[in-house]
């Protein structure tokens, strides 16, 4: 190879074309660039296309992102719902991410060139750069090579205004190549409320669906749905009043002809289902009659604990301050007389809890065995189902001074619908009798739900041995703590009408009820249903605990049995109900719109650092931008033979001489004496834009 010595007396002759002037004259605009020629339409295009397409792209993506609205996105627009039904969110995310990684890399090498022309007139670079600066107006690799080359001439130099603004458009466009991978994170899969299914469900029965009468007793087959239901409040609060009154008013529920898995889902239901009124008013009983202890034969108790004697319903709605209603109707009669099991505590600190039903001989129609009460308009009807709900902490020591026989005191104390008797040494005893009315019928009905409902489940908790019923209460509404619709996962009513109490299976499911509650298709005498697993005695049902802890869970968190009874007819309801209507035969239509899983954005995060990134990658070009049409005079972004024409000068030309097959850090050891700070300017002795030493440009300002 032949040496740079070599090479510089060969050329020594032209040491004095750095003075050479031009015969080409430059125009008389030549110093007045207007912004067209200084940064060229290309890079006008892309620098202003970018900061239009990336907000764009940001907007769109924000449109996505709150396109669902509230709800589940029944209200969002119809493009909006076409594009996350179609599964395109993922794809849509992409090509946005695509167009702003391609707008902000097109922008970062435009802004490189920007930037390196005002680095060259402005803070110089060394001697030893100053080619590649120059010709990274025409052409660049990108914004790291100038923060690399900053970074190797001087702290100061790499601390510059326009360092710095290069140092942030690298990171952010460094970043902008992950923005689809940050923007994914915020999606999920969840589900939004997919399009109205015009169908036909199975609504009815015909003749030729056979009818059995219950038989079993519907408390001894556990609850086989807690299910989501519409409901039609009654307006009026269940607490006694000062005459210890206590009514629910009559609650209409609404059941939809769904399973489990549809319900669940269930956004909007259009058609025919089936519903239960349910009225439940308790009060102080007024009770004459005696406690037995009788043999108990081959039970393994002490002794059989009854109760038996006659309700005063004069002196009960006396106390509670009503008229008398009628107490026979279509010749039945409230029952009154009661012959009944009691129970004993078997837990300390529990209560032993007995329902009562009166002896129903000769007050009800025993061919159809069914109440059919309507307490629609009135909380007590001949035809209303009376219970006796009773409840003690006496042991069989505590009542065993009941002998063989003891009158029930005329002189109970009385609290809200309790009446209270305090019996031998540590026994109390409270009674309330309530008058239960269920009535079902059939409508159509409008309902809806503007998220995915969760059935509730009750659930044994292994280490308490403790059946939890919170979730039912709170379907119920017997939870002080969620009393909106929502919390309590009902669908809400938004039409009702075309209701009738005359169809087949409605009237298998008012005598089905009924008849469910007893379990015998005989009339009985008397029925004690046991209300607690803590009850320790003799009763004619045992219950399956979700009915026995429902009870006992309303009586503890409300003390009102009026809201227990019609919360454990409500499940019976709904066991009832689902267990029937998939036997339904005949049609009609309905329409169905379920939940659909779907991939939707359902955080922001991801946007809002992805829109920061952009936001100030946007910054950074505009200020590159600004100061290179401030700062700068000679430098045209994207034209290369001004930027080789401008490294022609009497400080450079020993160079361009002698390295012209040479390698730019040979030319820095071996041909260059000293690297000073240089600069683009004109020089005022020869009129020609070269590169010139920094200092001594500074100096002729001076």
């Keep these: 190879m032949v040496s740079f010595d070599i090479r510089k007396a060969t050329f020594k002759s032209m040491k004095t074309a750095s003075t050479f002037t031009s015969s080409v004259k430059s125009s008389s605009t030549s110093e007045k660039w207007r912004v067209r020629e200084s940064i060229g339409r290309y890079g006008m295009l892309v620098i202003a296309g970018g900061a239009i397409l990336s907000p764009i792209m940001l907007g769109l993506l924000a449109v996505l992102w709150g396109g669902k609205g509230p709800g589940s996105g029944e209200t969002a627009t119809a493009s909006w719902r076409s594009l996350v039904l179609k599964g395109w969110v993922t794809e849509a995310v992409t090509l946005c991410s695509l167009v702003i990684q391609v707008c902000t890399s097109a922008q970062a090498l435009i802004c490189t060139s920007l930037a390196a022309a005002t680095l060259l007139e402005t803070t110089g670079v060394p001697l030893s750069r100053v080619a590649e600066f120059s010709t990274m107006r025409g052409a660049n690799g990108g914004p790291w090579r100038v923060v690399y080359l900053m970074s190797r001439t001087s702290l100061r130099a790499f601390f510059s205004l326009q360092?710095?603004?290069m140092l942030v458009l690298f990171l952010g466009t460094l970043a902008t190549?992950?923005?689809?991978?940050?923007?994914?994170?915020?999606?999920?899969?969840?589900?939004?409320?997919?399009?109205?299914?015009?169908?036909?469900?199975?609504?009815?029965?015909?003749?030729e669906?056979?009818?059995?009468?219950?038989?079993?007793?519907?408390?001894?087959?556990?609850?086989?749905?807690?299910?989501?239901?519409?409901?039609?409040?009654?307006?009026?609060n269940a607490e006694p009043n000062a005459r210890g009154f206590s009514d629910t008013g009559n609650i209409r529920r609404i059941f939809t002809p769904l399973q489990h898995e549809n319900r669940t889902k269930l956004h909007h239901y259009t058609g025919g289902a089936y519903g239960i009124n349910t009225r439940v008013a308790c009060a102080s009983p007024v009770l004459t009659g005696q406690f037995e202890a009788i043999d108990p034969g081959s039970k393994p108790l002490p002794f059989l604990l009854t109760m038996m004697g006659n309700i005063s319903y004069e002196a009960t709605f006396a106390n509670a301050g009503l008229d008398v209603p009628s107490l026979c109707a279509d010749g039945v009669c409230l029952p009154s007389q009661f012959n009944c099991t009691m129970p004993t505590s078997g837990i300390p600190g529990r209560l032993g809890t007995y329902l009562c039903i009166p002896d129903l001989a000769n007050v009800i129609d025993s061919e159809n065995m069914a109440f059919f009460p309507d307490g629609r308009d009135s909380p007590v009807t001949p035809h209303s189902m009376v219970v006796l709900v009773t409840r003690n902490n006496g042991s069989f020591d505590d009542w065993s001074f009941v002998n063989s026989t003891s009158a029930i005191p005329d002189n109970p104390s009385r609290d809200g619908e309790w009446a209270s008797w305090k019996l031998g040494e540590n026994v109390k005893l409270d009674a309330s009798i309530c008058f239960s009315e269920l009535l079902w019928d059939y409508s159509h009905v409008d309902v809806s739900s503007t998220h995915d409902t969760i059935e509730p489940t009750a659930s044994f908790d292994p280490k308490t041995k403790v059946i939890d019923t919170t979730a039912v209460r709170t379907l119920l509404g017997v939870n002080p703590n969620a009393t909106s619709p929502s919390d309590r996962q009902l669908l809400t009513i938004n039409a009702l009408d075309n209701t009738t109490t005359d169809s087949r299976l409605v009237r298998y499911l008012n005598g089905a009820i009924n008849s469910g509650i007893y379990g015998i298709p005989e009339l009985p005498s008397g029925v004690t249903i046991n209300g607690d697993g803590a009850s320790y005695g003799a009763s004619t049902i045992n219950p399956m605990f979700d009915y026995a802890t429902e009870l006992q869970d309303v009586l503890k968190t409300t003390n009102r049995p009026a809201l227990a009874i019609q919360g454990m007819f409500t499940i019976m309801a709904m066991s009832l109900h689902y267990a029937q209507i998939v036997l339904a035969d005949i049609e009609d239509d309905v329409s169905l719109t379920t939940a659909v899983s779907v991939t939707i954005p359902v955080r922001w995060t991801g946007l809002a650092i992805s829109a920061g990134i952009v936001g100030a990658n946007l910054v950074c070009i505009v200020a590159i931008t600004v100061l290179f049409l401030l700062r700068t005079r000679f430098s045209k972004q994207g034209h290369f033979w001004h930027t080789i024409a401008q490294l022609v000068s009497e400080r450079t030309v020993d160079i361009l001489q002698a390295s012209p097959e040479s390698r730019d850090d040979h030319v820095a050891k071996e041909v260059l004496t000293g690297d000073p700070l240089v600069v683009i300017g004109r020089c005022k002795r020869t009129g020609r834009v070269q590169v010139l030493r920094k200092d001594d440009v500074e100096n002729e300002s001076v």
């Design 163 to 165: 360092s710095v603004l």
């Design 177 to 207: 190549q992950f923005v689809s991978t940050i923007l994914v994170t915020d999606l999920d899969v969840s589900s939004i409320t997919g399009s109205a299914n015009h169908t036909r469900l199975n609504l009815t029965w015909s003749d």
């Design 209 to 236: 669906v056979e009818i059995y009468k219950p038989t079993v007793a519907q408390w001894t087959m556990k609850p086989t749905d807690y299910s989501t239901f519409g409901e039609v409040p009654s307006g009026i």
